[in-house]
């Protein structure tokens, strides 16, 4: 974005936010956890938004704002942009997800074919400049959309599976750390074993379902767990 743009941080109503226009996600996932977190630790990342000629419009965040829904709150710390138009905020919020690694793989894939095709606001080279990633990164994820529906569903699944594994594995450390101040706090495993992907029809040795055995990509599929397998919540 080259254009000059106007910011201010400030307080705002819930009421006067709308529902972003552009939202990245498909779920709001562990909503209820997120609200507990705000309810405990308070609001640590304001929301953005965009102010528009018909008022305040939601452009990342769409968790905390629905968890600070759910707890009741009136108002909440705001990123205020002024002069925004669709592109800027469809990258504000693509480049915040994908650094806080909180969409899943097919999440991706979805906005960055919006994005290069559907809207044509860049190619998949420019993408890849503007959020940080490789255009091998952005052209597999696109690619991501010719699987069969289950095989995408899979991924979806062992995302999902891994944020929840991480969020367990970080509620354990926060433990350990508080009451033996331990210095490893990211522990293996507990069967000492690597985690299978999909569905559990993916292991090593095995062969795709029935329906995606003339998929190419398939024998890519494996390879996922450097892709995916760092996701954070």
């Not at 569905?199 to 998929?215: C, I, K, R, V």
Request: charged share 30%; glycine share 8%; aromatic share 8%.
């Amino acid at each position: 974005m080259q254009k000059s743009l106007s910011t201010q941080i400030r307080y705002l109503k819930l009421s006067e936010i709308r529902e972003p226009k552009f939202c990245l996600r498909s779920s709001l996932g562990r909503v209820g956890e997120l609200a507990e977190s705000i309810r405990r630790k308070g609001l640590l990342n304001p929301l953005t938004v965009r102010r528009t000629v018909e008022g305040y419009e939601l452009v990342c965040g769409w968790r905390r704002y629905n968890a600070l829904k759910m707890l009741g709150a009136e108002e909440a710390l705001c990123i205020v942009h002024e002069g925004l138009d669709d592109r800027d905020a469809f990258e504000i919020a693509l480049v915040e997800n994908v650094q806080r690694k909180e969409l899943s793989p097919i999440e991706e894939a979805r906005a960055f074919k919006k994005y290069v095709e559907t809207f044509g606001w860049g190619s998949a080279s420019e993408l890849a400049a503007k959020i940080g990633k490789d255009v091998s990164y952005v052209v597999r994820r696109i690619q991501f959309l010719d699987l069969p529906e289950e095989v995408q569903q899979m991924l979806e699944e062992d995302f999902e599976r891994r944020l929840a594994r991480e969020l367990e594995k970080r509620k354990s450390a926060a433990k350990v750390f508080q009451e033996d101040d331990a210095v490893n706090i990211f522990p293996p495993e507990e069967d000492g074993s690597t985690v299978q992907h999909g569905s559990g029809n993916m292991g090593s040795g095995q062969q795709p379902a029935s329906g995606t055995e003339n998929f190419a990509t398939w024998q890519n599929l494996v390879s996922l767990k450097s892709d995916t397998g760092s996701s954070g919540a």
